[in-house]
């Protein structure tokens, strides 16, 4: 079993639409909860990252982590067309020779106009 | 833009022979990694590196080195390319650790071995 799992997708929603991305774990020793977003042949690229349980907001993006079910969300409000794109979820573990990042597999979003 | 480049951004290579690929950074950052992403398996750890000449290992290093021999720079090399070493690889870097220290990629090197 994987430590971090993704539902791969592909996701496809009409413009507008509210879209919800979600990652399972399995070990408690992550301490950080990141979503990074992926356009085609690109580095992904940091969105949004949680420490503690509960909800973050930044515009349309919504991240929320329940440890106690080890679950993480990413919520779009109001998506977009340009939000078409990969969404990995990843988990860090830091320790004294670096952040260590464990990734999902990633969901690709296609979001039509 | 976290000042990260990588070359050669795309290469085609034949199985058997040694591939460098070079990630350089502009802002004095000590932590550095290599991953690689594969369809089904996402991106995976192959190693990093702390400081100048300080590397470990990652999840999936069979098959790979690196080297660092100053700070801007941290070297991935395939001594004898086969033909599953055909992958994206994506160099990042760390702020720094803890809290709100997360890490950043580069734009990607694709590799193909024939």
């Known amino acids: 079993q994987k430590e971090v799992e993704q539902d791969p997708g592909p996701l496809s929603v009409p413009e507008g639409a509210i879209v919800s991305l979600n990652c399972t774990y399995s070990?408690?020793?992550?301490?950080?909860f990141m979503w990074y977003r992926q356009y085609s042949r690109k580095g992904p690229e940091l969105l949004m990252y949680t420490y503690s349980s509960g909800n973050k907001e930044d515009g349309r993006f919504t991240a929320q982590v329940d440890k106690s079910s080890k679950y993480i969300s990413l919520f779009i409000r109001d998506s977009q067309p340009s939000d078409s794109a990969t969404y990995l979820c990843?988990?860090?573990?830091?320790?004294?020779?670096?952040?260590?990042?464990?990734f999902g597999g990633g969901t690709r979003l296609m979001v039509k106009p | 833009d976290a000042g990260i480049t990588q070359s050669p951004r795309h290469k085609v290579t034949e199985t058997g022979t040694p591939v460098t690929l070079r990630c350089h950074q502009t802002?004095?950052?000590?932590?550095m990694y290599w991953y690689r992403q594969d369809p089904g398996h996402g991106l995976r750890l192959i190693h990093y590196s702390y400081g100048v000449k300080d590397t470990d290992k990652g999840e999936v290093s069979d098959g790979y080195s690196v080297s660092r021999s100053k700070t801007e720079d941290f070297l991935l090399t395939l001594e004898s390319a086969t033909s599953s070493q055909t992958s994206v690889y994506f160099c990042?870097?760390?702020?720094?650790?803890?809290?709100?220290?997360?890490?950043?990629f580069g734009e990607g090197s694709w590799l193909t071995v024939v």
């Open positions: 070990n408690s020793a992550f301490q950080y």
């Open positions: 990843a988990m860090l573990m830091n320790n004294n020779a670096g952040n260590m990042l464990t």
């Open positions: 802002e004095n950052h000590r932590y």
């Open positions: 990042a870097i760390t702020r720094g650790l803890g809290s709100g220290n997360t890490i950043y």
